[in-house]
């Protein structure tokens, strides 16, 4: 009986998400993340890709000077689309970007207000005026090449709440509220606008929006065809676009003027939608083309591949003269910015940087194709069948489960499994249908899950949850190890013997400052990822990322009695990896970088710390602190790798130089800190002697006997190790040989700021 009714009421819930009726984030992730894997690894095929092309307003474009000043001068606009349509025969021209302010670089305004004061009685002035007016107002000669040329402007909508400003001159309906009505409530709806100017916006044959839609993780994956604002309809721009290349093949095969056809709604029984009644929207149909569309009038984006799938040409290419006629004729032309300072990049599933030009450009390659497949869509009936499945299965499974042997059922939930996730890949592989197959997974999943008996889930679910609480910290190897016996390792706080190590670029904020956003993510990348590889070949504990700054810890959760050999030897080959990244950055003209690494060994509390909002495995204690100050006195000293003593003394394979005596930041206790040169038996009888002369030298510098100091380190000046932390005891024995520390001094550099 339990068995039946758990299985039920686990079956229940899913149902109910697939009606809609309850609504479960992580189903919806995963059929997203299903989604993202089919565009990845089968993209719908398209034919009309080639029949796109995006000008690109890049930073090229912003720096030529014939273009001036962005925003560009309407007089610019006016001869750019003269010359696309007269000279390079583009078909249809669309505009990603909104001329959302009037023209004042023609400076009429200036003369119409000398006109109104010193000059209103000067009639040669005022004659001189109106001949010339005519030939100043940018944005009246703009419009009226709008209406001569099938171009479509693009304003957006501001969606959600505190968005109800709005600004520019809106573009009429492409569907009147009395002319249809949809189900309320299902519609994407706008508070407010950003349009063009009016005298362009009713200059335009057509317009239309640009807003896509946000997925909860912050992808693009749909786009509106249709926006509800105060009860009208408004079409997205890749619509606009296609309607306008329709109408103009009707007009070249006709011979009649241009007339864009208007928009037939249907709903989901299949009948044309009106102005009576809340049907739900199902199709929407033009030119004779019906494209299936969600509730919310929204269409999946076809994504062909990662950015530049399509062609781009610069403008700056365009006003030099450099594109060739072949290159734009008969094509329609998407005018967006891939400039980093115009800010106009999408997240979507196929890159964090996606330029929103191309997003659109997607959608109306799908529009424009004669290829069945060529838009991703989910069918009324997938929608109606899928509860249909759900229920079926869970009757199945009642009468399996119960009556075979826990191996068994795990066979009999991996065929069903295995069936549905063949099903889903087959109707999207031939029908472009987007599966939706986390609900019936989920059913599936967590009624053999329950069946398999209660003590055999526990288990499943413990050793589960352990890789789940350590894998992010530790080597994926550590955690497999680990799991043989979970009950050695915990979570909870402990006070333990580690090493800690904090690792930071120095300067990054400048090299952030050269680098554009991708190069930036692309060097991030390169270098965590690098110096993160090294920690865990070492057996070390990541612990957090704090910007370009890397703190990681050695001998918990998994023991480890060398902890401190452990974390000096990252150190030392994190600094032989630094070669590597710079030369790769030299090759690719970034900024080469230099790191400070701190380390210090000492009684920590480690464990599962933070707050009930946000918790992680981290370690704490006044030994943490001093690591970091230690990572921050690499700048003064001019060396990679800074350890304290305690570091230092726990490794006898490794070969350290004295740096100091130093009273850090927040504490009163002087330490020594030193640098690891490298293993014992790697160096040199040269480096060695160096090193005993450096201990001399530190000796003779804490007894005040300066000159000494001053004298040795000049004949040190050939040395083979690093010479910064020369120069620093040189230049404080100077500054002491003037003016004595006094009697009491210890030869301790105190910090008052790190």
Not at 215 to 240: C, T
Not at 456 to 473: M, P, S, V
Not at 681 to 705: F, G, K, P
Request: glycine share 8%.
């Amino acid at each position: 009986m339990l068995r039946g009714l758990v299985s039920s009421l686990l079956a229940s819930i899913f149902l109910l998400h697939s009606l809609n009726v309850l609504v479960l984030p992580p189903l919806n992730a995963l059929d997203r993340y299903a989604y993202d894997y089919l565009l990845h690894a089968n993209p719908p095929s398209q034919n009309a890709v080639d029949r796109i092309v995006i000008l690109d307003i890049d930073e090229e474009s912003l720096s030529n000077p014939k273009l001036g000043r962005w925003p560009w001068s309407r007089d610019v606009m006016s001869q750019v689309v003269t010359t696309l349509f007269e000279d390079y025969e583009v078909r249809v021209l669309g505009f990603d970007v909104v001329f959302s302010e009037p023209d004042t670089s023609s400076g009429i305004g200036t003369l119409d207000a000398l006109a109104k004061g010193p000059l209103a009685d000067n009639t040669g002035y005022l004659d001189l005026l109106k001949k010339i007016r005519p030939e100043l107002e940018y944005d009246s000669i703009f419009g009226e090449l709008l209406m001569q040329y099938p171009v479509v402007l693009g304003y957006y909508f501001n969606v959600g709440e505190g968005g109800n400003v709005k600004a520019g001159a809106l573009p009429l309906p492409t569907i009147f509220a009395d002319e249809a009505s949809i189900k309320e409530g299902s519609l994407v709806e706008g508070n407010g606008y950003g349009s063009n100017i009016a005298v362009l916006t009713d200059a335009a044959l057509a317009s239309g929006h640009f807003n896509p839609i946000v997925d909860p993780d912050g992808l693009i994956r749909k786009v509106p065809l249709l926006i509800k604002f105060e009860g009208d309809f408004f079409e997205s721009l890749s619509l606009a676009v296609f309607r306008m290349s329709k109408a103009l093949e009707r007009a070249e095969a006709s011979g009649k003027a241009l007339s864009v056809q208007p928009l037939v709604l249907f709903d989901e029984a299949g009948e044309v939608v009106t102005g009576e009644g809340s049907p739900v929207l199902n199709a929407i149909q033009v030119a004779g083309k019906r494209i299936p569309v969600g509730p919310d009038s929204s269409v999946f984006v076809s994504y062909q591949g990662p950015q530049r799938t399509f062609t781009y040409l610069s403008f700056d290419d365009l006003v030099e003269g450099r594109v060739k006629l072949e290159a734009l004729r008969d094509k329609v032309v998407l005018v967006g910015t891939t400039a980093p300072g115009l800010s106009d990049f999408r997240s979507t599933p196929m890159g964090a940087l996606y330029p929103g030009v191309e997003v659109h450009a997607n959608v109306l390659a799908s529009l424009l194709s004669d290829q069945a497949s060529a838009l991703p869509w989910r069918p009324i009936e997938v929608r109606f069948l899928e509860p249909l499945v759900i229920f079926s299965c869970t009757v199945f499974l009642l009468l399996t489960l119960g009556r075979v042997s826990p191996l068994a059922s795990m066979g009999v939930w991996l065929v069903l499994s295995l069936a549905t996730l063949m099903v889903g890949l087959f109707l999207w592989t031939n029908y472009r249908v987007v599966p939706q197959v986390a609900p019936l997974l989920g059913a599936i999943t967590s009624i053999s899950l329950w069946n398999f008996g209660y003590q055999f889930y526990l288990e499943h679910k413990k050793k589960a949850q352990f890789t789940d609480l350590f894998g992010q910290y530790v080597p994926p190897e550590l955690v497999n190890k680990m799991a043989e016996d979970p009950a050695r390792y915990t979570m909870s706080g402990q006070r333990l013997p580690l090493t800690v190590m904090f690792s930071d670029v120095r300067g990054f904020t400048t090299i952030s400052e050269k680098l554009s956003a991708t190069d930036l993510s692309e060097f991030i990348n390169l270098y965590l990822s690098t110096m993160s590889q090294i920690i865990r070949d070492q057996d070390g504990t990541l612990d957090k990322y704090i910007g370009d700054c890397i703190m990681a810890f050695w001998g918990a959760p998994v023991e480890n009695k060398r902890h401190a050999l452990s974390a000096v030897t990252t150190a030392l080959a994190m600094g032989q990896a630094l070669a590597g990244i710079n030369d790769i950055c030299q090759k690719k003209n970034w900024p080469l970088i230099e790191i400070g690494i701190g380390l210090n060994t000492g009684d920590m509390s480690v464990g599962d710390m933070g707050s009930t909002v946000r918790r992680a495995y981290t370690v704490m204690g006044d030994a943490v602190n001093l690591a970091a100050r230690l990572e921050g006195l690499t700048r003064n000293y001019g060396v990679l790798t800074i350890v304290s003593e305690t570091t230092a003394l726990a490794c006898p394979e490794v070969v350290f130089r004295e740096l100091d005596r130093v009273t850090v930041k927040g504490k009163t206790e002087a330490v020594s800190i030193y640098e690891p040169i490298g293993f014992v038996n790697d160096l040199s009888a040269t480096v060695h002697a160096e090193i005993d002369s450096w201990v001399e030298i530190l000796r003779d510098y804490r007894e005040q006997r300066f000159h000494e100091v001053i004298a040795a380190i000049d004949g040190l000046r050939s040395a083979q190790l690093a010479k910064p932390v020369h120069d620093w005891i040189y230049e404080k024995a100077q500054d002491y040989s003037r003016e004595p520390p006094g009697a009491d001094w210890g030869g301790v550099t105190v910090f008052k700021t790190k």
